[in-house]
């Protein structure tokens, strides 16, 4: 394997985790694209789709684990919100899953069309006074999360993402949970829901390992630098970059569909 491969895939790798761990979000959305166009631009064999998915899933398990891991103090992490939105999560993405085998690929860009246009148009909501309410007094309806959460599991189990860019409007604008709370618990709540997705992976033999491999090394170095830059910035900051990156998403997509 050539030298320049495995710097190219270790930036790529490490940009994706980076801003993964600063945003609360698999990183994914980022990755993918990547993955899929950065290698030829630079001579270099280019992925399939089906190997960009399987390298993609395996790297948002452990981007994830290092977010949650440097989030892990300081009261970020709500545990009833994790627990109730990462079990209907896993539950609807295995749902969706199983459910996408007869679905055509239009139909199944479509889904993920819609559900990045609906995140889109959530983050530029305004989002008033959710930030001054204290980590330790955040309240909100726990059987309206788990309902939120099943739905968005059924379609990122349907267009094979782990969710995030769903699940962080949701949390913000819908359940009123303060920004750094929505990105360290999303964080975790990703990581729940991208373990179905690793294991299907890996099972049926869609991941390339020697690039997982380095994408992963990237993974744990990059994303828990993230999350401290993201402890650091400004809320509003934030929720601007997440604004931008989840609007760009939604015109990719809905580009290839047109």
Known sequence: MEFGFIIIIFLIGFIG?????????????IKYPMLLYIPPLFGLAAFSAHEVAGISAVQVFFATIGGVWAYRKGGYLNKTLI???GVSIL???????YGSRVMTESGINLVYGILALV?????????KGIDDIPLDQVEFNKWLAASLAFIVGIGSGIVGAAGAFLLVPIMLVVLKIPTRMTIA???AITFLSSIGATVG???????EFLPSVIMIVAS????????????????KILQIVLA????ATAIKIWMDIL
């Open 91 to 97: 539950i609807g993405s295995f749902v969706g899953g």
């Open 185 to 187: 618990s999303s964080l």
């Open 119 to 127: 995140a889109a148009i959530m983050m530029f909501v305004p989002k």
């Open 17 to 29: 985790s980076y801003i993964s761990g600063m945003l609360g979000i698999g990183g994914s959305i």
């Open 201 to 207: 992976k890996i099972t049926t033999g869609q991941v």
């Open 83 to 85: 627990g109730y939105m």
């Open 220 to 235: 744990l170095i990059a994303s828990p630098l993230g999350a401290m830059a993201g402890k650091k910035m400004n809320t």
């Open 244 to 247: 931008l990156l989840i609007l």
